[in-house]
C-alpha cells in the first residue's frame, strides 16, 4: 500500500514520539531514513522492552517498505550496507 505525504507525515510524527517520550537508545530521535534502517536492524537490542517498541518497529517497517517500493529497484540501498 502506498502512503500519501500525510500518512507519511504522522508515522514519522508517531515514531519520533513513541522513541523519545520512553528514553530509546537511540543516536537521536529523528525518522530518517538512516536513522530507521539502523534502528530496524539494531533496535531490538537495546529497546526491544520499552513501551511502545512493537509499534515503533512496525511504523519503522511500514515506512522503510514504502520507501523502497517507491524507488527503482537499481537504486535500492542494500540491506547489508546499513
Sequence with gaps: MQYGVAEYLNLRSEFEEIVSRNGYVMDDYNSSID??????SLG???NRFRTGFERAMDIAETIVENYESSIPKKSRRSKSSS
Design 44 to 46: 531490538h537490542a537495546s
Design 35 to 40: 536513522s530507521l534502517y539502523t534502528f530496524i
